[in-house]
C-alpha cells in the first residue's frame, strides 16, 4: 500500500530478532522463541545459490522489494558486505520463500513495554 502511494518505506531490523536479544528483558522478551533469519532454510539456499551471505541474502531481499535498508555494523567487513547487494538479483521463489518467514510480529512496538499509554496523536 505505502508504494502505490508512492510512500518510501525503510526496513527496521532488517536481520530480525538479533539485535533485540541484546537488549534488557523487557525489549528481549518477545525475540526469545524467534528463529534467527540467518538460519533459515530459504535464506541459507538463496546464500548457497548465489555465493553470498544470510545477511546479503536478506538485505537484497528488501531492497529488491524497493524496501530501503539501514544495517547497522561496528565491522568494517560487515559494514562493505552490507554495500554489496545489488550485483546479485533473488528469484521470484526465493522472494516468496523469505516473505513467508513473516511471522507479523513487531519488535520496536512502544506500546508493549511501556507501563503508560501511548498518545501518538497527541
Known sequence: ???ENKIAVTAYSTFGPQSFLELPPAF???ANDVPLLFEAK???AAAGRTGKSPAQVL???ATQRNIAVIPKSNNVDRLQQNLQVTDF???KEELDEISALDLGLRFNDP???LHQPLRIFA
Open 59 to 61: 538485505l537484497r531481499w
Open 89 to 91: 538479483d533473488l528469484s
Open 111 to 113: 506500546g508493549h513495554y
Open 42 to 44: 530459504a535464506v541459507k
Open 1 to 3: 500500500m505505502a508504494q
Open 28 to 30: 528481549r522478551e518477545r
